[in-house]
């Protein structure tokens, strides 16, 4: 038997803007539900944070989602057992208000939503299926991964040791010790892709911010009687960065043509040639594009007790993993690493209307 597994699908992300919503389509239509089908898959796992916002849901974007994913579920008769992850849920210490239990109701034949910890048998498989852990279960969770008799676990777990993103690791999360014990564990979550010993973060499906550019997205395949984990990867991207440096490269021949519908950021390492670099803009600004932004110079940002020449000036996060390294301070980095990022989050998400 084999399973298909979905996480961090994020509906309604970036104010349910349309671009979004296309792109989670276009996934959807042409590669998710046609490589069920080929492959005979009838059965889905989602591992958390279906939908974006924990408060509210727009309600196009419901609409949206419902013809794109869950209308194709019943009308193809696939079924799908989903945990909550932490954007599901309304409170931040119980997960007993959802998003999964109100909006979902209506398709609750083809969806089973997993609300406490439970062994689920798939084929010859007993995978174990956790919910978000906060401080209302958290007891009766440990208790389960600690006794459950269980091949596999998927879950939506933050713990230490993992990137959040490509090149910012997270400390102060559980323990993955826990875990140790289980042939293998699937998690979502992190957004980006990786694994350490038996412990996997599958990362997103699709690409919601800028941190995501060029960090190849995949769902998931499980062979319940092989154990082989296959990622199939989604090609359809949104965000593409360049960088600029016309003492290396000469940008007049530089191929645009993979940029439409897309969000370009342009990097200047090095600008010697003005007009060269101004033709480019105007080359990139002809095409059918989302939106257009230049990275420069930050100086006016880095205080005199900052190496500036020690700050990479790749993308935001980056500038400010570089810079937060550079400062001299004797409070924890990796925590302030950590709340930069959620606030950058945070902005990002009011960013697009």
């Known amino acids: 038997m084999k399973l298909a597994i979905l996480n961090d699908t994020h509906c309604g992300i970036r104010n349910s803007s349309d671009i979004f919503l296309d792109n989670a389509e276009k996934f959807y239509d042409d590669i998710f539900f046609p490589y069920l ?7 889905i796992i989602h591992l958390g944070d279906y939908y974006d916002n924990r408060k509210f849901i727009n309600f196009r974007a419901l609409n949206r989602n419902r013809s794109h994913f869950l209308k194709q579920l019943r009308d193809r008769g696939i079924t799908m057992d ?12 119980t997960n007993n208000l959802n998003s999964l239990k109100e909006l979902l ?41 600690k006794n459950c008799k269980a091949d596999v676990i998927g879950g939506h777990f933050e713990l230490t040791g993992f990137e ?6 997270h400390h102060g999360g559980m323990d993955p010790k826990i875990l140790e014990r289980f042939e293998l564990v699937l998690s979502g979550h992190f957004h980006t892709k990786s694994n350490k010993g038996n412990i996997h973060y599958l990362g997103s499906q699709m690409e919601f911010y800028w941190n995501d550019a ?9 062979d319940t009687e092989t154990r082989e984990l296959t990622p199939i990867h989604n090609p359809h ?46 080359r990139i600004q002809n095409k059918k594009i989302h939106e257009l932004k230049i990275q420069e110079n930050f100086s006016e940002f880095i205080g005199s007790s900052v190496d500036d020449d020690n700050i ?32 950058m989050i945070e902005a990002q998400t009011l960013e697009i209307a």
Not at 82 to 93: L, M
Not at 313 to 333: A, F, G, P, Q, R
């Open 37 to 43: 089908l080929e492959n005979n898959i009838r059965h």
């Open 82 to 93: 989903i945990i909550c992850g932490n954007h599901d849920t309304y409170y931040k210490n």
């Open 105 to 145: 109701g209506h398709y609750m034949n083809e969806v089973s939503i997993i609300h406490e910890p439970r062994v689920m048998e798939y084929g010859s498989l007993k995978m174990g299926l956790v919910p978000w852990i906060c401080n209302d279960n958290e007891k009766d969770t440990i208790n389960f991964l």
């Open 164 to 169: 959040v993103m490509k090149g910012l690791e």
């Open 214 to 222: 060029h960090d190849k997205k995949y769902f998931h395949v499980l």
């Open 237 to 282: 991207t949104l965000f593409h960065r360049i960088y600029y440096d016309d003492t290396k490269y000469d940008f007049n021949d530089y191929d645009l043509s993979n940029l439409d519908n897309k969000f370009v950021k342009i990097v200047v390492i090095n600008k010697k040639d003005l007009f060269t670099f101004d033709r480019f803009v105007d």
């Open 312 to 343: 990479s000036l790749e993308d935001t996060t980056t500038l400010l993993n570089s810079y937060i390294d550079n400062v001299e301070t004797e409070l924890d980095k990796d925590r302030i690493k950590k709340e930069m990022y959620d606030l």
